[in-house]
């Protein structure tokens, strides 16, 4: 065991040495005043944060009608599902929320998975399966749950970032008869910027190409009932296949697909990752069925939401930290380097109660290191206040650049 031992070392050696090895953070979320928690630190001593970097955009993880649902589950149907979909998993909240989804997104049927990954990998690698000699076009920038499930689909194209040249140019080369499909996301989640979802439509349209869009950082925030980008530009019927998440904006866990009635029934019936999973907990999938159900009609909570981001980076821009807004609700702050962001990060925790994680290599490319920050609507003026001075001063004590605000 000591052979392998030592490869084990020098692996994690080489992250610390790169300044980019990972520790968990002991954070216990508090019910009822989101976005405040107990920070457990290395020595066992209990101190209060607030959170800047959790995916629960809206804080409906703590909202009454979720709560609700999942006890009154857990009253009715025990904890576990006991099965898999096939095998006894299957109940009326499962049902019920696959139909929520598909109402949300105008589409047949939804289908239900333990994440969002999941849902990702298993779902473009059975495509292939599906349509004989498939090729995939795929975004750069997607999701690692996109290009591993891509990967292991068969053939694949990378288009360059947005860039629907690049993507014109990869289907005009390919066979006309062989069948296509475009991978790509309304919202990518490290810089904040938006897909060019009516562009690629009109790709997918003329090349005979299906559509399949990644709506994870994006459903319950946008568009009138909070189906996504694609529902806020009027664009959810061109698209024939839409991944979600249940973790984020909903603040519960899972993911799903929602399509046409035959295409969700075919992945259930050749996905391996859908056939050999126990499903969701049925309080889980109860809990997820009522925030999707309050969100259809809170368009309040979610221009709450798109306000406290404003307004965090235009003070942010006002400091002269490096920001990039490409107007989404992400507000990532660039750092480019990971010892520096990690120190920015452990500082904010140690001195200041403000809990926001450090993004480096692989998840951005090296150079680019940064912190993300994930206002809510939770996020009032007071947690902004002390998020912006704490920033301020530990921005000059570590001697990094602003830019430049007199031209």
């Not at 096939?86 to 589409?107: P, Q, V």
């Not at 869009?213 to 009027?234: K, N």
């Not at 249940?246 to 697909?257: C, D, E, N, T, W």
């Amino acid at each position: 065991m000591d052979y392998y031992t030592k490869y084990l070392d020098e692996a994690i050696q080489r992250l610390h040495d790169e300044g980019r090895y990972r520790t968990f953070i002991d954070v216990q979320r508090r019910r009822g005043s989101f976005p405040a928690a107990s920070w457990h630190g290395p020595d066992g001593i209990e101190r209060s944060v607030t959170v800047w970097c959790g995916n629960d955009y809206l804080g409906m993880g703590q909202h009454p009608a979720v709560l609700e649902a999942m006890h009154e589950a857990i009253d009715t149907a025990g904890a576990g599902s006991g099965g898999t979909r096939n095998i006894s998993g299957t109940t009326i909240f499962h049902k019920r929320l696959e139909a929520e989804l598909a109402d949300l997104h105008g589409k047949e049927s939804a289908l239900l998975f333990t994440s969002a990954y999941i849902a990702n990998d298993a779902t473009l690698s059975t495509l292939a399966r599906l349509f004989p000699d498939l090729v995939i076009y795929s975004d750069e920038l997607n999701h690692a749950s996109m290009i591993e499930g891509i990967r292991r689909g068969g053939a694949k194209r990378i288009f360059r970032h947005n860039d629907v040249g690049s993507l014109r140019a990869l289907l005009e080369a390919d066979d006309p008869s062989v069948p296509k499909l475009i991978a790509f996301e309304s919202v990518y989640s490290m810089d904040g910027d938006f897909g060019p979802i009516r562009a690629i439509c009109d790709l997918a349209d003329e090349f005979g190409a299906l559509t399949y869009l990644d709506e994870v950082h994006a459903v319950g925030m946008y568009g009138p009932r909070g189906g996504g980008v694609a529902e806020r530009d009027q664009l959810m019927h061109r698209i024939d296949i839409i991944n979600g998440t249940l973790g984020k904006a909903f603040g519960v866990m899972g993911g799903y697909i929602a399509a046409s009635a035959k295409m969700c029934d075919a992945i259930r019936s050749y996905a391996p990752g859908f056939i050999f999973t126990t499903s969701l907990p049925p309080a889980i999938a109860a809990g997820a069925a009522a925030s999707v159900r309050h969100l259809k009609s809170d368009s309040l909570l979610r221009k709450r939401h798109q306000t406290q981001a404003r307004i965090l980076k235009l003070r942010l821009k006002g400091m002269g930290l490096p920001i990039i807004d490409h107007g989404s609700h992400i507000v990532p702050v660039i750092v480019g380097d990971p010892v520096h962001t990690k120190q920015l990060s452990d500082m904010l925790l140690d001195q200041h109660g403000i809990y926001v994680q450090p993004i480096n290599f692989p998840t951005v490319p090296r150079g680019t290191e940064r912190l993300r920050f994930t206002p809510s609507p939770n996020h009032g003026p007071r947690e902004m206040d002390r998020l912006i001075a704490a920033l301020d001063e530990l921005w000059s004590h570590c001697a990094l650049n602003r830019q430049d605000l007199t031209g």
